[in-house]
Nanobody
Framework: QVQLVESGGGLVQAGGSLRLSCAAS????????MGWFRQAPGKEREFVAAITWSGGRTYYADSVKGRFTISRDNAKNTVYLQMNSLKPEDTAVYYC????????????????????WGQGTQVTVSS
């Protein structure tokens, strides 16, 4: 069982930055691939970024590539999402997720890959 708690969301002006954190409980955090997803009002949950269990590979949605960076610290059981150059269209509830897999690639872009989800943190970007 893995419990995930996100933090770091808030209100920011367009062009600003935020760093989201996701703290995981459990002894086997390093065995999990981690992902960030987001859901805007009236829209489906969508992939944002993912990182393999070792942190060796990262993946991004085209809409955030070059602006967002995912990283993890296995010693702290934490995954991060650094978000720069934020745009109003980045406004959403952001969720972190853990998937028990050593796979990478497009597999990590799928919601169904992930076994555990956090409660979400709101990010609002004003224009």
């Amino acid at each position: 069982q893995v419990q995930l708690v996100e933090s770091g969301g808030g209100l920011v002006q367009a062009g600003g930055s935020l760093r989201l954190s996701c703290a995981a409980s459990g002894r086997t955090f390093s065995s999990y691939a981690m992902g960030w997803f987001r859901q805007a009002p009236g829209k489906e949950r969508e992939f944002v970024a993912a990182i393999t269990w070792s942190g060796g590979r990262t993946y991004y949605a085209d809409s955030v590539k070059g602006r967002f960076t995912i990283s993890r610290d296995n010693a702290k059981n934490t995954v991060y999402l650094q978000m720069n150059s934020l745009k109003p269209e980045d406004t959403a509830v952001y969720y972190c997720a853990a998937g028990y897999t050593y796979a990478g690639g497009s597999y990590l872009r799928q919601l169904s890959t992930y076994d555990y989800w956090g409660q979400g943190t709101q990010v609002t970007v004003s224009s």
